[in-house]
T-cell receptor, first 114, second 113 residues
Framework: DARVTQTPRHKVTEMGQEVTMRCQPI?????VFWYRQTMMQGLELLAY????????DSGMPKDRFSAEMPDATLATLKIQPSEPRDSAVYFC????????????FGSGTQLSVL | QQQVKQSPQSLIVQKGGISIINCAYE??????FPWYQQFPGKGPALLIA?????SEKKEGRFTISFNKSAKQFSLHIMDSQPGDSATYFC????????????FGGGTRLMVKP
């Protein structure tokens, strides 16, 4: 049963600390997305990779957020330094690409910054 | 700029009734319109999707109606069941812009037994 795996599922940290969220996309998928979900803003696109290359990160606060794909099986989203307003659920999604627009979401990382 | 507007924000329907959720979009370049279903503690999951070359698509109890001229599309859930209680998101993307999904604000559906 192929699925997108995200770790950790929950993270509580203090303001100013670095946070790293990890995502293992579905094997064979060549598009990876990071979304942030909050009650106020809904689902916001943060970053988008195709074949591990970053194509769009316009929705991401550049001063504190960074997204990378060190290899095809791992995508990371880092926040440094974290702030209370970063508290949200962060989702990773992967898709087959190549004209197939379906996206498969992980279960998310619930981040609380105190 | 909110490119996909969804309504209502919340909806309560009796078991067996029809649930209707509406979305409107602004970008005429959008060419793929999926609906996602999200249960608490889970990520959104693709429910059904439509392209603008058809006006309706049905899969089981779920139907998308699409009105290209009005730039609107809607999800109809027939014979709604308590197990359908979830948050539903419409979305849209443009194949020429990398297929990045823009989501509506979501509708929290509750189906009362």
């Amino acid at each position: 049963d192929a699925r997108v795996t995200q770790t950790p599922r929950h993270k509580v940290t203090e303001m100013g600390q670095e946070v790293t969220m990890r995502c293992q996309p579905i094997l064979g998928h060549n598009t990876v997305f990071w979304y942030r979900q909050t009650m106020m803003q809904g689902l916001e696109l943060l970053a988008y990779f195709r074949n591990r290359a970053p194509l769009d990160d316009s929705g991401m606060p550049k001063d504190r957020f960074s997204a990378e794909m060190p290899d095809a099986t791992l995508a990371t989203l880092k926040i440094q330094p974290s702030e209370p307003r970063d508290s949200a659920v962060y989702f990773c999604a992967s898709g087959p690409g190549q004209g197939d627009e379906k996206l498969f979401f992980g279960s998310g990382t619930q981040l609380s910054v105190l | 700029q909110q490119q996909v507007k969804q309504s209502p924000q919340s909806l309560i329907v009796q078991k067996g009734g029809i649930s209707i959720i509406n979305c409107a979009y602004e970008n005429t370049a959008f060419d793929y319109f999926p609906w996602y279903q999200q249960f608490p503690g889970k990520g959104p999951a693709l429910l059904i999707a439509i392209r603008p070359d058809v006006s309706e698509k049905k899969e089981g109890r779920f139907t998308i109606s699409f009105n290209k001229s009005a730039k609107q599309f809607s999800l109809h859930i027939m014979d709604s069941q308590p197990g359908d209680s979830a948050t539903y998101f419409c979305a849209a993307s443009n194949n020429n812009a990398g297929n990045m999904l823009t989501f509506g604000g979501g509708t929290r559906l509750m189906v009362k037994p």
